[in-house]
């Protein structure tokens, strides 16, 4: 297991709303003992996928021993689940991760009631799912704060259940992002924990297979994992921890 955190397959650079460029990152995640590092810049359209697949190409990058892959997180576009960014472009990517906020959050809001934007959310989750280019979702269930103020009680065992159905059916991914308490602040950190632990747990009996992602937008946090370690070990996450297949041969020649 102690290897997984050696990988970090959700970062941002300065080329999209990171503070730092690629280089930078890149000497970072080598003095930190990192082996493989995802570069996921947000992308909302064709014309900002365009824009960063020719930044990846263009950008000339020193030697070095970590493993590089280039992703991007595209997100969800509407409830029907679609990505904001076309498949024929998604393909192109090393590495696709979706994420369920920001498009998504200004249209649930328009149903005012927490319980139907709550069943709402995971419907989306669920058509998402569907999408072949994409193998992580991204930080799952991080609507605390507004507009949607959702707490984690308002999606019962039978919801989550139906969710993690889904994401094993599509073989999709479930990131244990290390900053999600970031996006639950309006109840205290045990609360919280508690409850996304409950998830988690429903999310493993499914046989639900999770990523581990720093989603930091500076060099200072690639491979920050205090959280997500709590979880994988509280939860024994273990044998469930998933690498690209680069990075997993990478792991086991170096094991």
Not at 36 to 46: A, E, K, N, Q
Not at 234 to 251: K, V
Request: some cysteine; charged content about 25%.
């Amino acid at each position: 297991m102690k290897e997984h955190f050696l990988y970090d397959l959700h970062t941002h650079t300065s080329f999209s709303d990171g503070r730092n460029d690629m280089p930078t990152m890149l000497h970072a995640a080598e003095s930190y003992g990192i082996r493989g590092m995802v570069f996921s810049d947000h992308t909302f359209s064709d014309e900002e996928a365009e824009t960063l697949l020719r930044n990846y190409r263009q950008q000339p990058l020193p030697s070095s021993r970590v493993k590089l892959l280039h992703g991007t997180e595209t997100t969800v576009a509407d409830r029907s689940g679609k990505p904001a960014v076309s498949g024929r472009l998604l393909r192109k990517f090393d590495l696709v991760l979706m994420d369920s906020n920001g498009i998504l959050f200004r249209q649930l809001e328009k149903l005012k009631e927490k319980k139907a934007i709550a069943a709402a959310y995971c419907e989306t989750l669920i058509n998402a799912c569907s999408v072949p280019e994409v193998t992580i979702m991204a930080h799952p269930f991080n609507c605390g704060l507004a507009p949607l103020h959702l707490e984690l009680e308002l999606f019962t065992d039978e919801m989550v259940r139906e969710v993690a159905d889904a994401f094993v059916r599509s073989s999709k991914v479930f990131e244990v992002m290390n900053q999600m308490y970031y996006w639950h602040t309006e109840t205290s950190f045990e609360h919280f924990h508690s409850e996304y632990s409950r998830i988690i747990r429903i999310m493993k009996e499914a046989g639900v297979s999770f990523s581990l992602g720093s989603d930091t937008h500076s060099c200072c946090g690639i491979g920050n994992f205090p959280w997500s370690r709590r979880v994988v070990e509280e939860q024994n996450l273990s044998d469930r921890l998933f690498l690209p297949a680069a990075f997993a041969t990478t792991a086991h020649r170096e094991s």
